[in-house]
């Protein structure tokens, strides 16, 4: 069964600074994967996805993620964080077939300092 | 073009009572997923519907909760005599038939159980 952990529970960065959300994946086929945001009390919002094609994926709002096969793992980057990208982040996988059902990691709450 | 739409937004019900969840997908979105979110945790997946069948529910409880997708109205998620480890934020998504992934979340439902 696929898996996905995201290692970092909380991160605090200063605005403007650069940011790095960590995510890894466990799936015996290639896997989709997908970012989502959640702001306090939303549902969530879809910041980019990966199915297949070039591993630099750009989303929304600046963030842009790599898969890298080798190590597993789909990192979200920005590199300049806004006070408004404070939010909770969570890396999801999808697996092949019809179910299209993901499975989530346990999320990373950004905190932005200004 | 109104989003995925859930009601309640909140719910609170006592303990043993029984409480319906609404979720009306996108306009022309023919699949319908449920999530749940317990406080701390990534979300889970519940059951995926197409309109009046039950496609994969292997993530649902096995007594007390059932889910359905009407051929007219929202889909209805329903948790009969709730416990307080029912509490949780319950999401839809939707997406159109043909396009695995497509989603689309509502805002969720936060039930309570006092």
């Known amino acids: 069964a696929q898996s996905v952990t995201q290692p970092d529970i909380h991160i605090t960065v200063s605005e403007g600074a650069s940011l790095e959300l960590r995510c890894n994946y466990s799936y015996g086929a290639t896997p989709y994967l997908f970012w989502y945001v959640q702001s306090p009390g939303q549902g969530l919002q879809l910041l980019l996805k990966y199915f297949s094609g070039d591993t630099l994926v750009q989303g929304i709002k600046g963030f842009e993620a790599e898969f890298k096969r080798s190590q597993s793992s789909f990192n979200l980057r920005k590199p300049s964080v806004h006070w408004s990208d404070a939010a909770e982040y969570f890396c999801a996988v999808g697996t092949t077939g019809t179910a299209s059902k993901l499975t989530f990691g346990t999320g990373t709450r950004l905190q932005v300092t200004l | 073009n109104a989003g995925v739409m859930q009601n309640p937004r909140h719910l609170v019900r006592r303990r043993g009572q029984e409480a319906r969840l609404r979720c009306s997908p996108m306009k022309g979105h023919s699949h319908v997923y449920w999530y749940r979110q317990l406080p701390e945790e990534g979300l889970k997946f519940m059951v995926y519907l197409q309109k009046e069948n039950i496609i994969d529910e292997s993530g649902m409880p096995k007594e007390r909760f059932s889910a359905e997708f009407p051929k007219e109205g929202p889909s209805i998620l329903r948790i009969q005599q709730v416990v307080r480890g029912d509490s949780a934020a319950y999401f839809c998504?939707?997406?159109?038939?043909?396009?695995?992934?497509?989603?689309?979340f509502g805002s969720g439902t936060r039930l309570t159980v006092v």
């Open positions: 998504a939707s997406s159109p038939a043909g396009q695995n992934y497509g989603y689309t």
